[in-house]
């Protein structure tokens, strides 16, 4: 499995904006699509934003779309979350994850879940504050 970092949260005020990175190391990363999970204080883990592995498609959960924008930079290694208009609620552990499935029908089936991802990172902590 690819090994995963994440970094770029914060504190930050309502309103501001994030970028959060993932790096990936250990495999070849053109051959994992990628996503953003997130887990609230007292909530379930939820799904943010899925990227295949060019790139050229992303997939984002509907309460999701507008303020998020996920993108990647394979010669980079690397994966964004880029955050704009921060609320309080987007106070979070965002986890980046990988694998090797094509995320495309996975989402258009509704069935896309973390359980699709066999690698992640440790988390980074956004917390926004009213």
């Known amino acids: 499995q690819v090994q995963l970092v994440e970094s770029g949260g914060g504190l930050v005020q309502a309103g501001g904006s994030l970028r959060l990175s993932c790096t990936a190391s250990g495999r070849t990363f053109t051959n994992y699509a990628a996503a953003w999970f997130r887990q609230r204080p007292g909530w379930d883990r939820e799904f943010v934003a899925t990227?295949?592995?060019?790139?050229?498609?992303?997939y984002y959960a509907d309460s999701m779309k507008g303020r998020f924008t996920m993108s990647r930079d394979n010669a980079k290694n690397t994966v964004y979350l880029q955050i704009n208009s921060l609320k309080p609620e987007d106070t979070a552990t965002y986890y980046c994850?990988?694998?090797?499935?094509?995320?495309?029908?996975?989402?258009?089936?509704?069935?896309?879940?973390?359980?699709?991802?066999?690698?992640w990172g440790q988390g980074t902590q956004v917390t926004v504050s009213s």
């Open positions: 994850a990988a694998d090797t499935v094509d995320p495309g029908p996975l989402y258009w089936s509704g069935s896309l879940t973390g359980a699709d991802f066999g690698s």
């Open positions: 990227i295949t592995r060019s790139g050229d498609y992303t």
